[in-house]
Every structure is written in C-alpha cells, then in structure tokens.
C-alpha cells in the first residue's frame, strides 16, 4: 500500500471512530485543513517537474476525494444517528395515563357582575363601561362636591400623576353617560320633544386607601342611573326591590331605604336588605347607596332640573358576592387562591 493510500485508510478509521459533529470537523482538519495532510502534500508539489506534478497531482486528488467522500458519509451517518436518538427520545407511550387539565371558570365576582347585567338588561338597562383612572371634575365636583365640600373627605383617594385620581366609586359614570346621551339628543331636547330616558348601569372597578377583611384598595361597584321626565323615587323602590329579589332568588327578601347623605343625591338613603331566614337572618345589611338625583347633578348633565328627574344608585358587587355565597373575608376575591375559587365552578 503506498503513503498516500494509507493516509486515506487513516483518515477513513479516523472519520468512521468520531462519535459527535464537531468531532468529525476536527478530525477532517488534520487531512483538508490548511496544515492537514493532504495539503502539505499539494504544496510539495511546487518542487517537482512537470511530468512528476502531473502524476502526483492526480494521485493526490484522487485521495483527496477519497477522503472527501468518507467525510460526507461520516457525516450524513452522525446527522441520522442524531435524528434517530431523537425520535427515540420523543416517542409516546400510548398507554401511559393521560395527564388532566382542569378547566377555569368566571371568578364569583364575575359571575355576580354577569348576573347584574342579565337582570337590569331584562328591566331595559344598557351597560355602560368607563375610565377607572378620572379628572376630579367627573369624580367630584360634577357630581355636587366640591373642592373644599367635607364629603371629600369621605373618600381616601388615590391621586396619581397629572391630576388625575383612581375613581372612587362608579357615580362618574352617570356624568359620562348622560352628558354623551344628552348631546346625541340635544336637538329634540332644546325643540322640547320627549327625550329617550337615560337608563343605564355601570358596572366595574373602583379604589379606596383602605385594608381589612370587608374593605379592599381595589374593589368593584356598579352604578345605576334612571333619568326622565317623571320618574321618582317609587320607581327606584321598585327597581332596586326587584333586582335584589332576582339577585338572591328570594321573594321574601325585606329592603329598607334609610335616610342618608350623599352631595349628588337629594334625598338620599342607604339600602339595607334583610334574609327571612338562613345564618344571617334578623340582620340589616348594607347594599348600596341611593337616591334622587340632586338637581345640581341634573344640570351639569346638561339637563333642566325643573325637567328632568331620576334616580341613582351604587352598589357594592363584591358585598353581593360575599352575602350570596356566605364568604365572610373579602380578601379571598383577591388572593387568587385556586382552593377558594374553584368552588364557583
Ligand atoms: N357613589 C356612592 C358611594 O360610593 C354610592 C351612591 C351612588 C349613592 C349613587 C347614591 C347614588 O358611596
């Protein structure tokens, strides 16, 4: 066997014993690198007459695409073995038992907000949704409280950047909603034609400085708004009597409107309701607040308030909630706690 065949079996064995790709790349370099085997032999070349180049060269060629074409067999194997180990890897045992995903479902506070909508659509309400993050007009100062109004006060409010605050109960909605309904029907309002009524809640978050088991930073409210030409406080008894009704599907729920003070309301009154029976029979509990819309409100709608008269009211879904299901910390809404939730599946 000449030199240059064995250089060739060489690098066969050489190629053939390399177990990784960058193995084989390495190995190829001592025979085609610029210091490998073979190129050293062209080089030498160079000394060599005409005739002797001639046949050298070819033999020399010859064993380079020798070793050439065992590389790319080497190659191509190493890549299969790869793919195959692979493949091996990744099979599926079809008779393993199957892992289980469980399903998620509405968070209770979802689903009472659901059951809100469903019951005030069915009474001819919209759903009107707006910005949590509010000026101080919409928030207070339309809505009959000024800046230095003690009712503020009532309120710990979150302020942030640029003068805007975290809206501290849904009431601005009313504002929003009314002053886009009556700009839809300003012609017919100045020509003193009947206007469509205003009949809308406004379900969604709301934000306190406050922390314990009944009070959350972040929590829910849903406001409601009922204006016309003659709609009065019996129709807010009425209203708000049949909601709570559906709400708990209890037909001998008591209600009670309790004289209170809210500056957008005149009168107001905090609805308090009573179950017959189960663990929280005999007690009031509070619901939401209420009451006629103060005529100042009125006006800044963009309303006459010799005209046009209505109701309001804002209740607390989270309380709804915690009263429906028995929960007694509120916190649990908000822990994410996949024990508790899972339960309103
Ligand atoms: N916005 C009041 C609150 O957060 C509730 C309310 C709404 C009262 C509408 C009267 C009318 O306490």
């Given at each position: 066997m000449n030199e240059l065949d064995s250089l060739v079996k060489q690098a066969q064995e050489l190629f053939a014993a390399c177990t990784t790709p960058v193995e084989l790349e390495n190995a190829k370099a001592q025979y085609?690198?610029?210091?490998g085997h073979l190129t050293e032999r062209m080089k030498g070349l160079a000394k060599l007459d005409i005739e002797a180049k001639k046949s050298q060269g070819a033999l020399i060629n010859a064993a380079k695409q020798a070793i050439e074409a065992a590389l790319n067999h080497c190659r191509e194997q190493l890549a299969l073995a790869e793919l195959n180990a692979l493949l091996k890897a990744e099979t599926y045992d079809v008779t393993l038992p199957g892992s289980l995903h469980s399903q998620g479902g509405l968070h209770p506070v979802s689903l009472s907000l659901e059951r809100i909508e469903q019951i005030f659509n069915s009474m001819g309400f919209e759903v009107a949704q707006g910005p949590e993050i509010e000026t101080d007009w919409f928030n207070f100062t339309a809505l009959n409280t000024p800046e230095d109004h003690p009712a503020r006060s009532m309120h710990d409010t979150f302020y942030v950047e640029?003068?805007?605050?975290?809206?501290?109960?849904?009431?601005?909605m009313q504002i929003r909603y009314a002053m886009a309904h009556v700009q839809k029907y300003q012609a017919r309002i100045d020509a003193g034609q009947a206007m469509p009524e205003i009949r809308v809640i406004a379900p969604g978050r709301t934000y306190r400085v406050d922390s314990d088991a009944t009070h959350s930073p972040m929590f829910h409210q849903c406001e409601g708004l009922w204006i016309g030409e003659n709609i009065s406080f019996k129709d807010l008894k009425v209203v708000f009597t049949d909601f709570c009704k559906t709400f708990f599907e209890n037909e001998d729920l008591v209600l009670r409107f309790r004289p209170s003070f809210f500056p957008f309301t005149e009168p107001g009154a905090e609805i308090d309701i009573q179950f017959p029976s189960g663990p929280l029979a005999g007690r009031w509990l509070e619901v939401a607040g209420s009451g006629q819309v103060h005529p100042n409100v009125v006006r800044n709608m963009g309303l006459d308030p010799e005209r046009f008269i209505g109701f309001a009211f804002g209740m607390g879904p989270d309380r709804l909630t915690m009263l429906r299901y028995g929960v007694n910390d509120l916190r649990l809404f908000f822990d994410g706690d996949i024990r508790f939730l899972s339960q309103f599946q």
């Open positions: 085609l690198g610029k210091a640029g003068g805007y605050l975290l809206r501290t109960h849904t009431s601005p």
